[in-house]
């Protein structure tokens, strides 16, 4: 194509002229595109650790801070009757844990053990044995699973510990699983605490009375999940005979993703102001160049007009000539951008977070095209179309 | 070519400039038929209109009035992108300057009507190495202007003048900006051009290089005053090798 070969030769003519003119494209594109990995690897990285939660349950406490706290307290009992009184609300268990010194053998380490039901409280993978199932609570077994963590201080040696028995304090738990290696990061949460057992033994063993810390609510439907969490609230203060000043925290995997996702969507506008800005400088450049390309060639327009070139013709060339402008500069950004957020998210990101994100090259290669198009057609129309323009006689006047 | 009219046929052919509400008249009522094959030269001092006249036989301008029949088309009110279709097919330029494009090589300057005429790339290298052979610049085909000398440079633009069979070769002082030396070999494929059919219209003030074409029209404040024939019997015998 004759067009792109004239105008490479144009713009190669030129190196640090057209070098000078695409670097605020380059500046701009490439930070868009950074933050673009960026973004795209903490997002990923966050949705990943929310993945374990599951989204259709919550759990509900009352606010330790305010004067009733006692008096708000849950109580085992409530839990049966906001089952069967509230729609939507499928069960109930109870939450709660101890730190306790565990040992197998000779191996010993003080660890928190919480209470979970089935399906647990986070989804997180097994790396031996199962999760506690229906039968483990129906009879109160006194059966565990252990995170990662206990399983190597208390089972150094490695193998397959299911069927072997750990204690805890003076009570003996039957391992039946063992919950996968978590990913290493700072950011990393540990949402099911270091050993489970079913909340019925917890019950039955640490909770004396009929006072509460929290709850755990599973729905049938997750979508009317805001509506009956203030229907399972409602009901409480009935119960406990309580005034709506008394309040109740709740918290879902929903809540906890809205939070993320509007950090995101501030970053985006961010990276959306940075873009429009850098845009327009950099357009502006290209079109001053463009415009004075135009001038200095001027005898040349003329004289390809006069041996027979049309208006269009001319003013393809030069829209090329700007297409290309913008794409180099564009397309260089992008792989800077695409640079520069790769070594962050490798050499920071995934330290922090354990979670490695593969690089957004489709998303990238589309806003970079997107940045490009803009530019050539908001700033390269004007002076492909001055070009054509330009009348033949005095073009070839020109000197 | 010799479609049995004329190459070119302007009629009463005037031109008027308007500068705000000053209306300028440069050209005064032309007329002037070029047969197919006839070497003519336009001779007149700055200010004669002979410019003008250039810029209407070769499309680049419109008269105020008057009809102007090219190659058997009257081209007298034709627009912009039909005037540019007309000099693509029917004309070629050749210019002082060469205007040759910068950093392209001869035979890449020599195709580019061909380019804009949509014609493969295949057959507008063939055509250009037939027209760099007619020029005698075969072996420059692939040097830049800036490795040509001025007289290969102007070959080169003879070529890419040629390179569309045009109807009329127009030529706007084309030794103007050459040595005297130089000049004579220009001046000599003009000859030869002439001898094998090619019709040429040129622009020249130089008395001497005016001398060599057939027919000398001479434009005076808008108006021809000559149209001369010189003896060309002393000239040709020296001209022929």
Redesign the interface.
Known sequence: M?YFE?AF?VLL?NPVRTFLTIIGLIIGVGAVISIEVLGHSMAGSINETLGALADNSFIIFPVQTQKDFQKASLRLTDLDEITSSVPNVSSATVIGGVQELFRYEHNVGRFFMSADSNPPFANEPIKYGRTIDDDDIAQALDVVVISWKAYQRLFPDGGDPTGKSIYGGSRRYLVIGVRAQPRQGALNVNFGGDLSIPYTTYLREFVHGNRIFAARFTVNDPSSMTETEAAVIKRIRELRQVGSDVRYQTFDKAQFTQGVNSIFSAVTIVVGLIGAVSLLVAGIGVMNIMLVSITERT??I????????????ILTQFFIESALLSSIGCFTGMAIGLGIGGFVNSFFIVKLTGYTASLPYLQSFLITAIFAAIVTLAFGTYPAFRAAGLD??EA?RYE | MNNGTSAIALREIKKTYKTGTLEVPVLHGIDLTVGHGEYVAIMGPSGSGKSTLMNIIGCLDRATSGTYVLDGEDVSHLNDNALAEIRLRKLGFVFQGFNLLARTDAIKNVSLPLFYAGVSGAERRRRAMAVLAEVGLTERAHHKPNELSGGQQQRVAIARALINDPAVLLADEPTGNLDTKTSADIMALFDKLHGSGRTIIMVTHDENVARRARRIIRILDGLIVADETPDATETTTTLRD
Do not use: W
């Not at chain 1, 003329?302 to 013709?313: L, P």
């Open positions: 004759i004239e030769r003519a005898k040349e003329g004289t390809r007009k006069a041996i027979g070139a049309r208006r269009g013709q033949p006689i070839l």
